[in-house]
């Protein structure tokens, strides 16, 4: 299917009489569909379209403004209306599937030719009652059977090329369970192996004499807090130095990461369980496939698993310590301490202590980072793009690899992810099992 042929299923919904005085809708489908020939398909999101097309702030919150979601059911009624009255035989139906707002271009291969009404065949004069047929010579039967196999066989030819003909590739809608994504989360799915979902929970600090917690986004560990000037300046102000550590709160960009692997993965893996990181264990990493959704666990024992790779995230910036011809030495937060602009993300993935085992890490160096990862790798067009950037010469992805991902978010919402690069790297050695052995 061509651009030409997709802006002229477009032209053709602009000028129809469902959508003719629908001003926004007809700016809506216009917006998502140039963004799906354009191949952004995988950027459209609620918050996007909503500032783009219906003019909301950047404070815009969908959660509490449905102008998306409430617009894109009216445009779906007047899709199904359109092709079911004006253009039942339309060479190409535009479609959105509930719960998305990326357009689908489907050819529609049954239509029936119009060129006219069909001509009655001639009528044949009757056979006779009896007909009489003289019998033919051996040489001629012969023939005529060597034509039939003849016939036969360049049939069977002719389909055997067309089968393996090259194909376009197709780039996956939302929602689909695809090749690629098999390729990407199959090591997660096994059976007899559960898949723990480890969460973050960020530092809190209690204060005491004012009956506070605080927090400050830089420190995640009770001993780093003497390294930290503005709380040095709280104890100064406040008088006390008793500092207590609580861990009671997850971040939103967590949830959101939790939600969408269990909505993704949830269909294939029955035993997923959900921890906090600060608990998890050596057993667990021995006995489970994991993902650390922000910051893994502070254990020296298990933060050596992640030591040694290619890539670095800090608060400022995910540092490329191994840099390859023309890559970026540092990827820096555009606008640091603020909510908007560009930030890069880093997802790892190890192998784990048993054969068959991983362990991933989700960037946790600011709020939104895990779940623009977890966006990007639960999105059947994204894996598509992303497994083809994998994918070794063997046809196989690597079982170690870091990658990196540039996010632009606008307050504090992930709109546009992109891939930037990735390295494989060497698969962590473990020099001791747990105490325990695996049930």
């Not at 802006?7 to 009489?17: E, I, K, P, T």
């Not at 009652?129 to 005529?144: D, G, I, K, L």
């Not at 910051?295 to 790779?309: D, K, T």
Request: charged residues 25%.
């Amino acid at each position: 299917m061509t651009v030409e042929e997709k802006r002229s299923a477009m032209d053709q919904l602009f000028q129809s009489r469902v959508l003719r005085r629908c001003e926004q809708l007809k700016k809506m489908l216009g917006f998502i569909c140039e963004a799906e020939i354009e191949g952004r398909a995988a950027e459209l999101n609620e918050y996007l379209i909503g500032i783009e097309v219906f003019g909301r702030p950047t404070a815009y919150n969908p959660a509490e403004d449905s102008i998306v979601r409430t617009q894109a059911y009216e445009l779906r009624n007047k899709l199904t209306r359109f092709y079911a009255t004006e253009a039942p035989d339309a060479a190409i139906r535009i479609e959105i599937e509930r719960g998305a707002y990326v357009p689908r271009f489907i050819q529609n291969r049954d239509r029936r030719a119009t060129s006219g009404p069909a001509t009655a065949p001639p009528d044949r004069p009757p056979f006779p009652a009896t007909q009489t047929v003289p019998p033919q010579p051996a040489s001629q039967t012969w023939m005529r059977s060597a034509l039939i196999v003849s016939c036969c066989i360049s049939v069977v030819l002719a389909a055997i090329v067309l089968l393996n003909w090259p194909r376009r590739t197709e780039v996956p809608q939302a929602g689909v369970w695809t090749p690629e994504m098999e390729a990407f989360w199959k090591p997660f799915l096994a059976d007899d192996t559960p898949l723990m979902l480890a969460y973050e929970s960020r530092l809190f600090i209690n204060v005491p004499a004012i009956q506070l917690s605080v927090r400050d986004y830089r420190t995640n560990e009770l001993s780093e807090v003497p390294n930290s000037p503005s709380l040095a300046r709280l104890q100064k102000l406040v008088g006390s130095h008793e500092f207590g550590e609580n861990r009671n709160y997850v971040d939103f960009g967590s949830i959101n990461s939790v939600f969408l692997v269990m909505r993704t993965v949830g269909r294939h893996q029955n035993r997923i369980v959900l921890k906090n990181s600060q608990n998890v264990d050596w057993s667990d990493i021995f006995n489970n496939n994991v993902i650390f959704i922000g910051q893994a666990s502070n254990q020296p024992r298990l933060r050596r698993i992640f030591e040694g790779g290619d890539f670095v995230e800090t608060v400022g910036a995910v540092v490329n310590v191994h840099p390859k011809p023309g890559e970026q030495r540092l990827y820096p937060v555009e606008h640091p301490g603020k909510n908007d602009g560009d930030k890069y993300a880093l997802l790892s993935r190890y192998p784990g202590p048993q054969p068959g085992h991983y362990i991933v890490t989700v960037g946790a160096a600011h709020s939104e980072l895990p779940w623009a990862i977890t966006e990007y790798v639960t999105n059947p067009r994204s894996v598509h793009e992303l497994v083809e950037h994998l994918r070794q010469p063997s046809g196989q992805i690597p079982e170690a690899f870091q990658l990196v991902l540039r996010v632009t978010e606008q307050s504090q919402v992930p709109v546009r992810i992109r891939y930037v690069t990735h390295h494989v790297v060497a698969a962590p050695e473990y020099a001791d099992k747990p105490a325990e052995s695996k049930k």
